[in-house]
């Protein structure tokens, strides 16, 4: 009989240390209430030898190991919770560096902009020279067209074929033209005003050919740069109306959201550890409430069989 009760003492001992660990862990005031009272119980029964052994037995396999069962639940469920926490903050983490190359980017594009419209205007000035007879020096650099390549892919906007050839379209009568590069009379007359000041405004693109946009400065008048011809024409802005985008950047609101969110997740980690559901609370209340009044002297336990179980309905966790 007594290596029976040493037995039993010693489980009991090893169930409560797995409540005690769990106690610790959720650092819930009404679980560690819980390891107390299953502590207490088991004390009572080393003081109290007269008492059926076997009722300890009884009421952990009843009642501690089911809400041992039900506390591991909830641990396996937060652990998978800080997992996808964990795993959303390191893609944040890559969407933001991804985010800052982009805006390190555009402000290569931006500053790439101002230099690229210093080219044209000397370039317009100098096929002025070329049509006026001043002067028998190339117009456009070698590399004219590799502002376009470098920066369609990501910052031109896409246009139909229909529209390229719309654009591009011009009458032989309204241009001047020689071997260097053809350009609209009536824009050049603006181009002479205006002292050869524009401002890059966009870029379109359709398939592997690329439009420059252009505005003269301090007028709202438009005109597109066709590299591939050295075109420039006269543009209607209603024609590209649909297509065009400001480059607005959005990516440091997006980048400070983002900061934002990881900081919290980081900071609420523990509590994504060690949370217990609210709706779990009340009934962990009652279990305790429970066990507090047991009578083992009197209690037939043959009579509570499965009670926590029924309590602790956790088939949803």
């Known amino acids: ?16 240390t797995k409540l005690q660990l769990l106690s610790v862990f959720f650092e819930d005031e009404t679980v560690y209430k819980i390891y107390i009272r299953t502590q207490v119980i088991q004390k009572l029964f080393e003081n109290n030898p ?12 009843q009642y501690t190991e089911s809400v041992i069962e039900l ?10 919770n800080v997992s996808i926490a964990q795993d959303e903050i390191i893609y944040n ?20 902009k101002q230099a690229r419209a210093a080219v044209i205007n000397k370039s317009l000035y100098q096929l002025f020279q070329n049509l006026s007879g001043y002067s028998a020096l190339p117009p456009f650099p070698k590399d004219i067209a590799a502002f376009s390549e470098k920066y369609a892919k990501e910052f031109f906007h896409e246009i139909s074929p229909a529209l390229l050839y719309e654009l591009t379209e011009f009458d032989p009568a309204e241009v001047y033209k020689n071997g260097y590069g ?21 870029g379109l693109k359709c398939v592997e050919s690329e439009i420059e946009v252009y505005k003269l400065q301090e ?28 480059t607005l950047s959005k990516q440091e ?13 980081k900071n609420s980690m523990n509590d994504i550890k060690t949370s217990i559901p609210a709706e779990i609370k009340p009934l962990l209340n009652d279990y305790y409430q429970k066990i507090n009044t047991l009578d083992f002297i009197n209690d037939d336990f043959d009579i509570q069989a499965n009670i926590l179980k029924t309590m602790l309905n956790t088939d949803g966790l």
């Open 93 to 112: 983490e890559e969407l933001i560096q991804k985010i800052r190359e982009t805006v390190r980017t555009e402000e290569n594009f931006e500053n790439a």
């Open 253 to 265: 609101k997006v980048i400070r959201e983002l900061s934002e969110r990881n900081a919290t997740l």
């Open 182 to 202: 053809i350009i609209e009379k009536k824009l050049l007359g603006w181009q002479c005003k205006q002292e050869f000041k524009n401002v890059f405004v966009c």
């Open 50 to 61: 007269d008492l059926d052994i076997h009722k300890l037995d009884l009421f952990h396999l």
């Open 71 to 80: 506390l591991r639940k909830i641990k396996r469920g937060n652990e998978k």
């Open 219 to 246: 007028t709202d008048d438009y005109f597109i740069f066709y590299p591939e011809r050295n075109l420039f024409l006269d543009l209607a802005f209603s024609k590209i109306e649909s297509v065009y985008a400001p």
């Open 1 to 16: 009989m007594d290596d029976s009760r040493n037995i039993i003492f010693k489980n009991s001992a090893r169930i409560i």
